[in-house]
């Protein structure tokens, strides 16, 4: 490769440096264990989605893509070119709302970073250690990059915050993995900001589909091959975050570009992470943890319920409030709980539901209320409510760390328990304990291409 004059930031060096080292670096146990809970998150939802709307769509569209046959697409039995797998895996992540997420960042990363990882991975046929350093890479660079960007701002100007962290997280995991030396890095850095895109339009699409691509599979696909085409000798700018009308100019002028590197290698954003307790938006989390705890404790009815007031963080309620899709409707899901005792994959799905007349007139009693007060920049799935019943009690409850939120995470056992109410009906009761048999044992795995086997159908 012919020498570069190009300036280069010493923010950007550092960065480029480290991406390109992070795949041969030890991972701290505690990072390590936390990352394989949020993998075979990630697997679930990739397999649950594949049977979804959403997932069948892009299912059929890879189907005619053809491709070299370099990486799976989980939940069939196609092979394809790894960028191919990483679309159609990504958008089966967020076919729903059962993916992970990194609350400070406003972020998704398991649903465009492990797809990327995943078809780098089987490609070159790597071990699970080695694709495990990656995905913990891909988490780290998807939140930072949002952290400088201010995510909550950010989206409120009409940009989707995921689509664009997630897209540089998911370079970074694939670079890393296809041993990228710094410059290279930095090639693919610039390639993947020339495909930053995501609007907060997606929020108004009811099937999901344009949702999960923009979300999950466009920033898995892109990310692969802006590191595709730097190990293939693509050059061009070098320092993407720095100079004349950059990445940070184009689309912020209150960036902190310091985000990017501050604590790298020392604070690892995974622990950031949360993994939702329902398959629903995040912002919900809070709520419908609160109400479940209220009915359990109390024991009453629907039709006892004479108001419900959910207050939660202002900035978060404008993403879930009275949406047309039932998995992220705020109000819609509290009816169903109030109704069923619970929320299931299948009722959060139900769009049948959304015209019952019952839960109709229950959501008629229910409101959701922003309040400032509960905003916090770092911590969210929070809920203060208050219920009103006919008999004149008067139930309050709380919560700042709803089930599922790194304050309050799930348990390996809790994760399994999720993940198998997922994939069993796809994949069966054996082959879905023998792939979570193997991703429990993931750094042991030496050559995953082997769980093709083990998630194909």
């Known amino acids: 490769m012919r020498k570069s004059s190009q300036e280069v930031s010493s923010l950007t060096r550092e960065l480029s440096e480290y991406i390109a080292r992070a795949a041969g670096k030890s991972l701290p146990r505690a990072v390590a264990e936390r990352a394989k809970i949020h993998l075979v998150d990630t697997f679930a939802a990739m397999i649950s989605g594949s049977r979804l709307l959403p997932g069948k769509t892009a299912m059929a569209y890879v189907r005619t893509l053809g491709g070299k046959p370099e990486a799976g697409v989980v939940g069939t039995r196609i092979v394809t070119s790894a960028a191919n797998a990483a679309l159609a895996n990504g958008m089966f992540g967020h076919a729903d709302e059962t993916d992970d997420t990194h609350p400070p960042s406003l972020t998704h990363p398991g649903t465009s970073v492990v797809p990327a990882a995943l078809g780098i991975g089987e490609r070159n046929r790597l071990p699970g250690k080695t694709v ?22 950010f989206l409120r100007s009409g940009h989707h915050a995921g689509a664009f962290g997630q897209l540089f997280g998911a370079a970074a995991a694939a670079g890393a993995l296809l041993k990228l030396d710094a410059r290279r890095v930095r090639y693919m850095l610039s390639y993947a900001g020339q495909q ?11 099937e999901h589909i344009e949702k999960a691509y923009a979300m999950g599979g466009m920033p898995a696909h892109n990310g692969t091959q802006a590191a595709l085409m730097a190990a293939h000798g693509f050059t061009g700018v070098e320092d993407v975050f720095s100079g004349e009308r950059d990445f940070f100019f184009t689309f912020t002028k209150d960036a902190d570009r310091a985000e990017l590197t501050r604590g ?3 604070d690892f954003e995974l622990l950031r992470g949360g993994i939702k307790r329902w398959p629903v938006g995040g912002p919900i989390q809070g709520p419908l943890h609160v109400l479940r705890d209220l009915m359990q404790q109390h024991r009453f009815a629907a039709d006892e319920v004479v108001e419900l007031i959910a207050r939660i963080p202002d900035k978060e309620l404008e993403i879930v409030n009275n949406r047309d899709m039932p ?3 705020v109000q819609h899901l509290l009816a169903v709980m109030l109704l069923d005792g619970t929320v299931t994959f299948a009722s959060a799905h139900d769009f049948g539901r959304m015209k019952d007349p019952r839960v109709l007139k229950l959501r008629e009693r229910i409101k959701a209320v922003g309040d400032p007060d509960l905003t916090d920049a770092l911590r969210r799935w929070r809920c203060v409510m208050e219920i009103k019943l006919k008999d004149g009690r ?7 760390a709803a089930k599922g939120s790194f304050e309050n995470p799930l348990t390996r056992q809790e994760e ?4 198998l109410d997922l994939i069993v009906p796809i ?3 054996h082959r879905s304990g023998a792939l979570l048999a193997a991703l429990w044992d993931f750094e042991n795995v030496n050559d995953v291409r082997s769980l093709r086997r083990l998630y194909s159908r």
């Open 427 to 429: 994949l069966g009761k």
């Open 264 to 266: 790298l290698g020392r």
């Open 327 to 329: 998995d992220i409707s």
């Open 132 to 153: 495990l350093r990656a995905i913990v890479l891909g988490y780290d660079i998807c939140a930072r990059l949002l952290l400088a960007l201010k995510p909550m701002p």
């Open 394 to 400: 008067t139930l309050t409850h709380q919560t700042m």
């Open 416 to 419: 399994e328990e999720k993940a």
């Open 196 to 206: 930053a895109a995501g609007l907060y339009t997606m929020f108004r699409d009811p």
